[in-house]
């Protein structure tokens, strides 16, 4: 009934899309595991980095590898004055949810009033190739988001693990008070992990915008898998966020192989629920 | 003297929780400050850690005025803290959190040499380095506390209650422990409601009572007064 | 909800202004004027109701769209597919909607972790669960319901105006019961959940049923309203009923209204309404959304509790309240003891028995089996170093915490797997060692509480106790100031007052002298000399030692989790274990 070939497709497509999901889930998952600030805004900028690539190469020629440069430097300041206001008014938890929620909604009707609601692809070379490898077809692009995925998560989890800075920035998360006493700057540390969460966000925009279809709404779609990655690979762990997302894009993919490609966007929710419901302690 | 405070006041938000303090701490001293709780002792060590910030008055750590620091420079100065409950950071390992100890750039130079060290005084920690912090028993947490402040190279240990919580057998060795720190050349200051081992380990003490100093000398002095019976008895 | 004349004639003055809406479509006016004014009555709905759990009791949802989906849908069906006559799918949909809320709420309000951010998250995806479910089922299937054949009466001569005025009349059911928690016990406890969830359900809030009663009404009535919008648009689909505007301006509107008042949402939501009307859809549409985002951004960071606090600040200013009336001299406000109580206590009869108590966190024993009785009528000083279990033994007694072993007897009943409120009920009260006040209550609102749900007095004979109780405790003046403007002195007498105004029969005081100079010490001991003397046996926990043995009857040493020793202040502090335990074995000799 099922032809065997049609199950390891999606197991590569989907292995792959949780590359994305992975590259997308890390900056949100070290903001919120760090800095203990909910970012709804993260996809939104995402997306916005993605749009951003898409005209820069089709309107200005810039390729994205160059684009991709200026953004993530771009956003790395924005990273940095939005953790500055967050700072001067002393904002809550859920104060930084209600906040960057309404900044998602402004970026998604800007992003719909320059461009409109139409779907946009950036048409590129490599956008259509694959390597094939039997029966099987691995599309070049999502690959190379997939091994920067991979390259990011584990260069961010040394970072965390061996050097001083990252270590600081746990001891933080973990006591602020007592990580001051030993010396540690929580400050300035904080507004560094902020502009780095933004930077993570704009090299996801960049492989959002060589491999997937573009359009505003699709803030919202990724909502549902990124935090369900990011609940799945516990909070700020770079690793678990990339087998979240490979964990969750697999389950995706044979549902839409299996079941019926609309119930796709099912599956990160009912899988958020049930974990939240569930393991409440995980995260 | 190496800790030279003088009419320090602190205050939470109002009320002052100490005032009229005058205390100090020579080098390779170790100096106990005992009284019940909420007398203020929690906030006499926090205040010279850094983490509360004086109203009034001075507190000099070698002639530098840590009071005017910004709280992360004033470990730098040679200060390292013990907090009561010892607070480790239970996420990370015991090596991790020995090295958050000697985070600050003096420190990190000898890093290699502070973890043998530590290691020596605990060799208990050295089997377990790899086990997550917040699993150990309360008497290796209590050591791991230690052997964290050890790494910053202080001049000056502050202990905060080191023996809440803990079995008697391991408190004598902590003790212990602390004694050798003390002739390796650092100076204490010991706060504690354990009235019996910080009256036997310390050359000088303080009693603090309800927000002032009340007492002041010798241990054995202080320990014939009846103050002290007033004090943690009521009677 | 005691029916006093100023709520009845709010009442009343909401059912006018209703009546006089209700004659706009019988004038001449424009449609368009009708169809905007239902589009206010609409968005009054919503946010009104969305605050109800999200603005008093501070569980912020980003699910309303859910339950309003649910309701649209339930009507389409019903009207549609099983042909049902129209104005019977609105209450349907309605309690369909709060049937979802209520199960949401039943299965997720149980687990304490799952508040604040994760129960936003929660929010959402129920929201894009239940759109994805409808969407790939038959109920709507990807293509929407067309609406159109659905039959109607016509009131004001066509269809609009049924809607029009099916749309008041929702509009007017929500103010008015949203009004009615607002003011009533319910109200105040939701409030209460909001600063302090915890400490709410020690005072005798019973949080879990006053959550589901906030999330089904507040569910049931998006379900309503989406029935109402069903027929109105007379085209659903899943797009733009679940659409992001859906999530967004209840929030919005309520939060710059101000949340925690009952008008605030509808004054936000006629604001926010009228402002985005002037761009009509096309690309300026998007833009007006992003503005609606942008003001949402600003009133959070700088009106946090928007519009609403700084127009009744206005208010009051204008029309000063009524004071309630405070005796000068306390003359005997506070009853006698009760007549059984006072037998009791001459029997030196055990009221609180403690039998083999164990409690344990994640391996360590805090509570090593201790038993201990409390004699009615007697003031018992708990005394211990630090870490030797005094804060988990009141803690489990006052049923924050569950029993693990050993039972906890009061009066006959056994508390030990009660839950918090219940046991306040039954007549337990603490104070907190650090105050833990509702702080956006007033002084007199949070006695007013602990009298309400500790000792079951509807809500204005509470505040009229509380008025009482603030005058014992010297806090007359203080009475409509808020917790955070009083100092420590006053806010510890604050926490006493609280555990007064519940009336208990056993009142435990945790460390209530700390931080207190002698002057202060002294009057403290007199009050707690006197509410010891009209019959409320006190528990003592203090380190204060000569205060300990100057108030105590008898005196009770925990160490390391266990009892070391009961009795006879003088006989307790020379025991020679107790001794060494503080100074060491040396002097115990």
Same mark, same amino acid.
């Given at each position: 009934?099922?032809?065997?070939?049609?199950?390891?497709?999606?197991?590569?497509?989907?292995?792959?899309?949780?590359?994305?999901?992975?590259?997308?889930?890390?900056?949100?998952?070290?903001?919120?595991?760090?800095?203990?600030?909910?970012?709804?805004?993260?996809?939104?900028?995402?997306?916005?980095?993605?749009?951003?690539?898409?005209?820069?190469?089709?309107?200005?020629?810039?390729?994205?590898?160059?684009?991709?440069?200026?953004?993530?430097?771009?956003?790395?300041?924005?990273?940095?004055?939005?953790?500055?206001?967050?700072?001067?008014?002393?904002?809550?938890?859920?104060?930084?949810?209600?906040?960057?929620?309404?900044?998602?909604?402004?970026?998604?009707?800007?992003?719909?009033?320059?461009?409109?609601?139409?779907?946009?692809?950036?048409?590129?070379?490599?956008?259509?190739?694959?390597?094939?490898?039997?029966?099987?077809?691995?599309?070049?692009?999502?690959?190379?988001?997939?091994?920067?995925?991979?390259?990011?998560?584990?260069?961010?989890?040394?970072?965390?693990?061996?050097?001083?800075?990252?270590?600081?920035?746990?001891?933080?998360?973990?006591?602020?008070?007592?990580?001051?006493?030993?010396?540690?700057?929580?400050?300035?540390?904080?507004?560094?992990?902020?502009?780095?969460?933004?930077?993570?966000?704009?090299?996801?925009?960049?492989?959002?915008?060589?491999?997937?279809?573009?359009?505003?709404?699709?803030?919202?779609?990724?909502?549902?898998?990124?935090?369900?990655?990011v609940i799945i690979g516990r909070l700020g762990n770079p690793i678990g966020a990339l087998i979240g997302g490979v964990f969750i894009g697999v389950c995706e993919a044979l549902t839409m192989a299996v079941i019926n490609p609309s119930w796709a966007p099912l599956v990160s929710f009912s899988v958020l629920i049930a974990f939240l419901l569930f393991r409440p302690r995980w995260i | 003297m190496l800790l030279e405070i003088e009419n320090l006041v602190v205050g939470y938000g109002g009320a002052p929780a100490?005032?009229?303090?005058?205390?100090?701490?020579?080098?390779?001293?170790?100096?106990?400050?005992?009284?019940?709780?909420?007398?203020?002792?929690?906030?006499?060590?926090?205040?010279?850690?850094?983490?509360?910030?004086?109203?009034?008055?001075? &507190?000099? $750590?070698?002639?530098?005025?840590?009071?005017? +620091? %910004? !709280?992360?420079? @004033?470990?730098?100065?040679?200060? #390292?803290?013990?907090?009561?409950?010892?607070?480790?950071?239970?996420?990370?390992?015991?090596?991790e959190n020995l090295e958050i100890g000697c985070?600050?750039?003096?420190?990190?130079?000898?890093?290699?040499?502070?973890?043998?060290?530590?290691?020596?005084?605990?060799?208990?920690?050295?089997?377990?380095?790899?086990?997550?912090?917040?699993?150990?028993?309360?008497?290796?947490?209590?050591?791991?506390?230690?052997?964290?402040?050890?790494?910053?190279?202080?001049? &000056?240990? $502050?202990?905060?209650?080191?023996?809440?919580? +803990? %079995? !008697?057998?391991? @408190?004598?060795?902590?003790?212990? #422990?602390?004694?050798?720190?003390?002739?390796?050349?650092?100076?204490?200051?010991?706060?504690?409601?354990?009235?019996?081992?910080?009256?036997?380990?310390?050359?000088?003490?303080?009693?603090?009572?309800?927000?002032?100093?009340?007492?002041?000398?010798?241990?054995?002095?202080?320990?014939?007064?009846?103050?002290?019976?007033?004090?943690y008895l009521g009677l | 909800m005691d029916l006093t004349r100023d709520r009845i004639r709010v009442i009343a003055g909401l059912v006018v202004v209703a009546a006089l809406l209700l004659i706009v479509p019988a004038t001449s006016i424009a449609p368009y004027y009708i169809a905007f004014l239902y589009l206010i009555f609409f968005w009054i709905s919503m946010a009104t109701s969305w605050t109800i759990l999200s603005g008093f009791a501070g569980y912020w949802s980003f699910g309303h769209a859910a339950f309003f989906g649910t309701g649209v849908y339930a009507a389409a069906t019903l009207a549609t597919k099983f042909d049902w006559p129209f104005l019977w799918t609105i209450p349907a949909a309605g309690l369909l909607a709060a049937a979802l809320g209520t199960g949401i709420g039943w299965?997720?309000?149980?687990?304490?972790?799952?508040?604040?951010?994760?129960?936003?998250?929660?929010?959402?995806?129920?929201?894009?669960?239940?759109?994805?479910?409808?969407?790939?089922?038959?109920?709507?299937?990807?293509?929407?319901?067309?609406?159109?054949?659905?039959?109607?009466?016509?009131?004001?001569?066509?269809?609009?105006?049924?809607?029009?005025?099916l749309g008041l009349a929702l509009c007017l059911m929500t103010m008015v019961i949203t009004y009615g928690v607002y003011r009533?016990?319910?109200?105040?406890?939701?409030?209460?959940?909001?600063?302090?969830?915890?400490?709410?359900?020690?005072?005798?809030?019973?949080?879990?049923?006053?959550?589901?009663?906030?999330?089904a009404l507040a569910s049931g009535i998006a379900g309503a309203v989406g029935s109402v919008y069903s027929i109105n648009v007379s085209y659903v689909t899943v797009g733009e009923t679940f659409e992001i505007t859906t999530i967004m301006y209840p929030v919005v509107m309520s939060i710059f209204g101000g949340s925690r008042h009952w008008l605030g949402p509808a004054l936000g939501a006629i604001i926010v309404t009228i402002a985005l009307y002037g761009f009509p859809a096309g690309p300026e549409a998007a833009l007006a959304r992003g503005g609606v985002a942008l003001g949402l951004i600003l009133v959070v960071l700088l009106l946090p509790d928007g519009v609403m606090p700084s127009i009744m600040r206005v208010w009051r200013r204008v029309a000063p309240r009524s004071l309630v009336p405070i005796?000068?001299?306390?003359?005997?406000?506070?009853?006698?003891?009760?007549?059984?109580?006072?037998?009791?206590?001459?029997?030196?009869?055990?009221?609180?028995?403690?039998?083999?108590?164990?409690?344990?966190f994640g391996g360590v024993q805090a509570l090593?089996?201790?038993?201990?009785?409390?004699?009615?009528?007697?003031?018992?000083?708990?005394?211990?170093?630090?870490?030797?279990?005094?804060?988990?033994?009141?803690?489990?007694?006052?049923?924050?915490?569950?029993?693990?072993?050993?039972?906890?007897?009061?009066?006959?009943?056994?508390?030990?797997?009660?839950?918090?409120?219940?046991?306040?009920?039954?007549?337990?009260a603490r104070s907190y060692q650090i105050p833990r006040p509702f702080n956006r209550l007033t002084v007199l609102d949070n006695v007013a509480l602990a009298a309400s749900f500790g000792d079951g007095h509807g809500e204005d004979e509470a505040r009229r106790m509380a008025a009482h109780w603030l005058g014992y405790t010297g806090l007359a003046r203080k009475a409509f100031d808020y917790p955070p403007a009083l100092n420590l002195h006053e806010r510890k007498f604050l926490e006493l007052a609280r555990g007064l105004a519940a009336r208990p029969r056993v009142l435990l005081l945790d460390e209530v002298l700390s931080g207190l100079n002698n002057t202060e010490v002294d009057e403290a001991l007199t009050l707690i000399h006197d509410i010891r003397d009209r019959g409320t046996t006190i528990i003592f926990v203090e380190h204060l030692m000569r205060a300990v043995n100057q108030v105590s009857d008898r005196i009770a040493v925990l160490n390391g989790g266990a009892l070391i020793a009961l009795g006879d202040p003088k006989a307790v502090m020379s025991d020679s274990e107790v001794v060494s335990v503080y100074l060491g074995k040396a002097h115990a000799s």
């Open positions: 009934m099922f032809h065997a070939s049609l199950i390891e497709q999606s197991l590569i497509t989907g292995i792959l899309a949780g590359g994305l999901y992975g590259l997308l889930a890390l900056g949100l998952s070290l903001s919120w595991g760090l800095l203990r600030l909910v970012n709804l805004g993260h996809f939104a900028i995402a997306l916005l980095g993605a749009y951003l690539t898409w005209w820069m190469g089709t309107a200005l020629d810039i390729a994205p590898w160059w684009a991709g440069l200026l953004i993530i430097a771009a956003f790395f300041i924005y990273g940095i004055a939005l953790h500055w206001v967050f700072m001067r008014f002393g904002v809550t938890e859920m104060q930084s949810m209600l906040i960057t929620f309404a900044f998602a909604v402004i970026v998604e009707s800007t992003l719909q009033f320059l461009w409109t609601a139409d779907f946009r692809r950036y048409e590129t070379a490599w956008g259509t190739q694959s390597w094939v490898v039997g029966t099987l077809y691995v599309p070049k692009l999502s690959l190379i988001a997939f091994l920067v995925a991979g390259a990011l998560a584990v260069a961010t989890w040394a970072w965390l693990r061996y050097t001083y800075v990252g270590r600081a920035l746990r001891a933080c998360a973990e006591d602020a008070p007592i990580a001051t006493a030993y010396g540690i700057n929580h400050r300035a540390l904080s507004f560094l992990l902020s502009g780095l969460c933004a930077a993570y966000a704009g090299v996801a925009g960049v492989f959002i915008a060589l491999i997937a279809t573009l359009a505003p709404s699709q803030i919202w779609a990724w909502v549902g898998v990124v935090f369900a990655v | 100490i005032w009229d303090i005058a205390l100090n701490v020579g080098e390779r001293e170790i100096v106990s400050v005992i009284g019940p709780n909420g007398a203020g002792k929690s906030t006499l060590i926090n205040t010279i850690a850094g983490l509360l910030k004086p109203e009034r008055g001075t &507190l000099r $750590l070698g002639g530098v005025d840590l009071g005017r +620091l %910004a !709280p992360h420079l @004033v470990c730098r100065q040679g200060v #390292a803290l013990v907090p009561e409950g010892r607070r480790l950071f239970a996420g990370m390992t015991v090596e985070y600050r750039p003096e420190a990190r130079k000898v890093r290699a040499h502070s973890l043998e060290r530590v290691y020596e005084l605990f060799p208990v920690l050295q089997e377990r380095r790899q086990q997550l912090s917040g699993t150990l028993s309360g008497g290796q947490q209590q050591m791991v506390a230690i052997g964290r402040a050890m790494m910053a190279e202080p001049r &000056l240990l $502050l202990l905060d209650e080191p023996s809440l919580g +803990l %079995a !008697p057998a391991i @408190v004598g060795e902590m003790f212990g #422990a602390i004694e050798r720190i003390q002739s390796e050349g650092v100076a204490i200051l010991l706060v504690e409601q354990n009235v019996a081992q910080a009256m036997e380990i310390a050359d000088r003490a303080y009693v603090l009572e309800e927000g002032r100093i009340v007492a002041t000398g010798l241990p054995e002095e202080l320990l014939s007064q009846s103050r002290i019976k007033e004090a | 299965l997720v309000f149980r687990l304490q972790r799952l508040r604040g951010e994760l129960f936003a998250l929660i929010t959402i995806s129920v929201t894009f669960v239940v759109a994805a479910i409808i969407s790939n089922t038959p109920i709507d299937g990807g293509s929407g319901v067309y609406l159109i054949s659905v039959s109607m009466p016509e009131l004001f001569g066509s269809q609009p105006g049924t809607i029009y005025t009533s016990r319910m109200g105040l406890g939701l409030f209460a959940i909001h600063d302090d969830e915890d400490v709410a359900e020690v005072k005798g809030v019973p949080t879990f049923r006053y959550k589901l009663g906030a999330i005796p000068a001299l306390p003359e005997p406000l506070i009853p006698a003891p009760r007549a059984e109580e006072a037998a009791l206590a001459a029997r030196h009869a055990t009221v609180l028995e403690c039998k083999d108590v164990v409690k344990t090593k089996g201790v038993t201990l009785d409390v004699r009615q009528g007697e003031i018992l000083g708990l005394v211990g170093p630090n870490g030797s279990g005094k804060s988990t033994l009141i803690n489990v007694i006052t049923g924050h915490f569950r029993l693990d072993r050993g039972s906890i007897n009061f009066a006959g009943t056994a508390i030990g797997h009660l839950p918090a409120h219940q046991v306040a009920r039954l007549g337990i």
